[in-house]
């Protein structure tokens, strides 16, 4: 017998340990386009939430009542609940596949930008800490200690000066 050369990991019900294979998001689909979202996350949010609905009913109703809380009721937020949806099922699963954990986290991601309700962009930022008089030294220090919470707190990604690229013109 010849070893499958198509890598596959499991993903595993947090509740009770059910494991589902699925194979690798890193392996693309023949004839896909570019940029084109991966059907395979659809089929396995169902696959899962199946298994939710069968086996957790109390889970599988809070993934639906998370959805509809992001809607608040109105009919224009369908793509909204679908990630709601989707995120609320694939985290309630445990993924060895990191492609898998990415997309559950930059779904998370979407939706944290989407739902938050406070920013500070660095203009507030400066003006805050100028009110606080202190001399320029410690005024330089608290400002750069506020953008690192700020941008932990906000998950904002930030690029190491020395990574990076610029792109030719």
């Known amino acids: 017998m010849t070893p499958?050369?198509?890598?596959?990991f499991t993903s595993s019900c947090r509740?009770?340990?059910?494991?589902f294979k699925h194979i690798s998001f890193a392996v693309p689909i023949v004839g896909q386009e570019p940029g084109k979202p991966d059907s395979r996350v659809s089929?396995?949010?169902?696959?899962?939430?199946?298994?939710?609905?069968r086996k957790h009913s109390e889970e599988y109703a809070g993934a639906g009542i998370a959805a509809q809380q992001l809607s608040n009721g109105t009919t224009g937020f369908w793509m909204e609940q679908k990630l709601m949806f989707g995120l609320a099922v694939l985290v309630r699963f445990e993924h060895e596949d990191p492609i898998l954990r990415m997309i559950v986290d930059a779904t998370r991601l979407v939706l944290h930008r989407m739902t938050r309700r406070a920013t500070l962009d660095d203009a507030t930022l400066l003006d805050r800490?100028?009110?606080?008089?202190?001399?320029?030294?410690?005024?330089?220090?608290?400002?750069?200690?506020?953008?690192?919470?700020?941008d932990f707190l906000m998950e904002t990604p930030q690029v190491p000066q020395n990574q990076i690229v610029e792109t030719p013109q």
């Open 15 to 19: 509740h009770c340990g059910h494991k």
């Open 4 to 8: 499958d050369p198509i890598q596959r």
């Open 43 to 53: 089929e396995l949010v169902k696959v899962f939430a199946a298994h939710l609905h």
């Open 129 to 150: 800490v100028a009110r606080l008089e202190l001399s320029n030294g410690d005024q330089a220090k608290v400002v750069e200690l506020c953008k690192s919470l700020r």
